[in-house]
């Protein structure tokens, strides 16, 4: 499967068993190498997955040899999974390649890789596994277009697919309103509204009243340049309650400019390119919205990997010194739903806005016990095939000594939301 495609084929998404339409299993799904995850920006959930043909530790050290060459570099963030056979308890996990092409009596160098383990002798010391390595999910910023209507819902998805851009992007949003099938009798129009995010104009802010709706049946572009790292979140702005219950609302990532920092190249050299390009050009004493402050001439900064000059992390913005350096990244959108709400909408009755009070509570479009399940989850349509939804799970893995960046929206209508990890340390870097 690849990214973007809602898997409407039976053949992909489904089994049949007896003439009926059935959900692949678990066993089926870490079968397939790669599943649609529905979100722009993202890649594929496994980009590459390979058996392991032997995995071997000493001390902290832990020797990984696959069944083929690998593609994991220094620094990447593997995966290893439980397989069939040997139990592979204290080597299952989210770690990070420490070391590359490891001399091993199986296959060639080239085949091996070795991760830093902290928990130790869990396991037999040499096994012969039945199990894989996979790597992580990743976000790129490149967008699949073939996002399709089926029976009236779109990918089933709620809140909408998460988009991810770098800074200084030029970023086109196209919105379809491609109307509703089962309400033939609607005529309303959608807009697409940020939050916090500085528009090229105001012609592309999303406020009917002040800019442009789009009737059934018609497009808008939306342009924008990503001038500012940061987590967003839009939605419609017709309707604002009844269309945020809907699904219309989702988040948007900007990684910053500093993740671009080549090596050899000084921080201060990267990031003062910036002050001339009048778009980009940041003064902290006039300008709110600015969060890119250039550092002092040969300042290198100080933490996060800039002492050799080199960008070796992920940062959540330009900080100027390395301090909000990431190893991992999540995102937590926080919604709600009312089932009075929805039901009133599906008997074409009025809906009571001022009665409106979520019951429902959602991580990423989930809840329990669906937060716990790692996969894309399946859902059945009106046309009896199964499709994957919900695609973002709400697990967050990370290797001890890791960080981790949480990018947390509220997108609930009629409720407040936080966040609490029970003795895990958390800091807020940005609101």
């Not at 001890?400 to 990890?421: C, D, F, K, M, W």
Request: glycine residues 8%; proline residues 6%; charged residues 15%.
């Amino acid at each position: 499967m690849v990214p973007g495609d809602p898997a409407t084929s039976v053949d992909t998404a489904t089994t049949v068993s007896g003439g009926l339409v059935q959900p692949l299993t678990g066993a089926q799904l870490s079968s397939i190498a790669s599943f649609y995850n529905g979100a722009v920006g993202l890649d594929y959930d496994v980009a590459h997955t390979f058996s392991i043909a032997d995995i071997s530790e000493s001390g902290n050290t832990v020797t990984v040899v696959l069944n083929a060459q690998s593609p994991f570099a220094i620094g990447d963030q593997v995966v290893i999974g439980q397989g069939a056979g040997t139990d592979l308890a204290g080597y299952t996990g989210t770690f990070t390649v420490t070391a590359v092409n490891i001399a091993n009596p199986f296959f060639p160098n080239n085949y091996a890789f070795q991760y830093s383990n902290p928990t130790i002798g869990l396991a037999e010391v040499n096994i012969t596994p039945d199990g894989t390595a996979s790597s992580n999910p990743a976000i790129t910023g490149h967008v699949d277009a073939r996002q399709i209507m089926d029976v009236g819902v779109m990918n089933g998805n709620i809140p909408a697919p998460m988009m991810a851009i770098d800074e200084d992007d030029e970023f086109f949003l196209t919105l379809t309103n491609v109307g509703m099938i089962m309400r033939p009798d609607l005529f309303e129009q959608h807009t697409v509204h940020f939050h916090g995010y500085p528009n090229a104009s105001a012609f592309y802010d999303g406020v009917p009243d002040a800019s442009v709706a789009i009737n059934i049946a018609a497009s808008f572009t939306y342009y924008y340049l990503a001038p500012d790292a940061g987590t967003y979140f839009w939605h419609c702005h017709i309707t604002p309650p009844e269309h945020l219950q809907m699904g219309m609302v989702g988040q948007m990532y900007v990684r910053p400019r500093q993740n671009r920092v080549a090596s050899t190249v000084t921080l201060y050299n990267a990031l003062q390119q910036q002050e001339l390009d009048l778009r980009t050009k940041c003064d902290s004493t006039t300008d709110i919205l600015c969060s890119n402050p250039l550092p002092a001439a040969g300042d290198n900064g100080s933490t996060g990997g800039f002492s050799a000059g080199v960008a070796t992390k992920t940062y959540a913005y330009n900080d100027g010194d390395g301090s909000t350096y990431y190893d991992v990244e999540y995102p937590i959108q926080m919604h709600g739903f009312d089932p009075n709400f929805h039901f009133v909408g599906m008997t074409f009755n009025p809906e009571g806005f001022a009665d409106m009070k979520d019951k429902y509570f959602l991580l990423n479009g989930r809840s329990y016990p669906d937060t716990v399940n790692p996969d894309p989850l399946q859902t059945q349509s009106a046309d009896g095939v199964y499709h994957f939804s919900q695609p973002l799970a709400t697990i967050i893995k990370i290797t001890p000594g890791q960080r981790a960046l949480l990018r947390i929206s509220n997108l609930n209508v009629s409720e407040y939301h936080t966040l609490a990890s029970l003795g895990v340390k958390m800091q807020v870097i940005a609101l």
